[in-house]
């Protein structure tokens, strides 16, 4: 099976502050990685779909300068969230769909965010 | 009406038990179907497509009605370990970018 991971698994930080969080596939390239976001008791809200060496395409409702997401390699995908306030406090998932296979996405363990 | 839609439940069940989810959509372009499972503070697991003419693996079957425009899974022998989250989700054609259901919730008690 494909493996993605994602770092940190959770982190805390105080309001107004940006957080980092990474996205790598570890034994195959990633054509195309997404970012989700996951609140609780909620289902997956896709936030952007991220190409390698192109900008993200961000869902509508996303804004793409508080969520600023950097695709550098077909292993790495990052998601920064920038002016963190509490609202933003979620569950982040990441996915990638293999460069050379049958389109199936394969998930991060996600990242616990909040919000002090 | 939302894309995906589930009931959240939570569906209780003994051990043993058959118990079925529904999941209905509303884009009759989708031509992609999935059920995943999603335990608690975990990321999604696919768990099987669906596929037109149903498919079964082990004690799950899922299955496709286009007509009325839902997906469903069965568990037959309902163990334990079952107890999860099962989400369901739809891409339409030509995109591989699946929407998901908000999930509903399964739990097994012996």
């Known amino acids: 099976g494909a493996v993605v991971s994602q770092h940190p698994s959770w982190v805390i930080c105080k309001s107004g502050t940006s957080v980092k969080i990474e996205c790598r596939s570890l034994?195959?390239?990633?054509?195309?990685m997404f970012w989700y976001r996951q609140f609780p008791k909620q289902s997956l809200m896709l936030m952007a779909t991220?190409?390698?060496?192109?900008?993200?395409?961000?869902e509508q409702g996303v804004e793409k300068d508080k969520f600023l997401i950097n695709h550098a390699s077909l292993t790495l995908s990052t998601l920064t969230v920038t002016s963190a306030h509490p609202e933003d406090s979620s569950f982040y998932i990441c996915?990638?769909?293999?460069?050379?296979?049958?389109?199936?996405?394969?998930f991060g363990p996600g990242t616990r965010l909040t919000v002090t | 009406r939302k894309e995906v839609e589930q009931d959240p439940g939570p569906f209780n069940v003994p051990e043993g038990a058959t118990v079925a989810f529904n999941c209905t959509y509303s884009?009759?372009?989708?031509?992609?179907f999935f059920w995943y499972r999603q335990d608690c503070r975990k990321e999604p697991k696919l768990l099987m497509s669906?596929?037109?003419s149903g498919n079964e693996d082990g004690r799950f079957t899922a299955q496709l009605n286009r007509a009325s425009q839902y997906i469903s899974l069965l568990i037959r022998d309902s163990k334990l370990s079952d107890s999860a989250t099962y989400l369901c989700?739809?891409?339409?054609?030509?995109?591989?970018?699946?929407?998901f259901g908000r999930g509903t919730s399964l739990i097994v008690h012996p």
């Open positions: 996915s990638a769909i293999r460069r050379h296979g049958p389109g199936e996405q394969y």
């Open positions: 034994d195959f390239q990633a054509t195309t």
């Open positions: 991220s190409n390698e060496g192109s900008k993200a395409t961000y």
């Open positions: 884009n009759s372009a989708s031509q992609s």
């Open positions: 989700a739809v891409s339409s054609g030509g995109s591989y970018i699946p929407t």
């Open positions: 669906v596929y037109s």
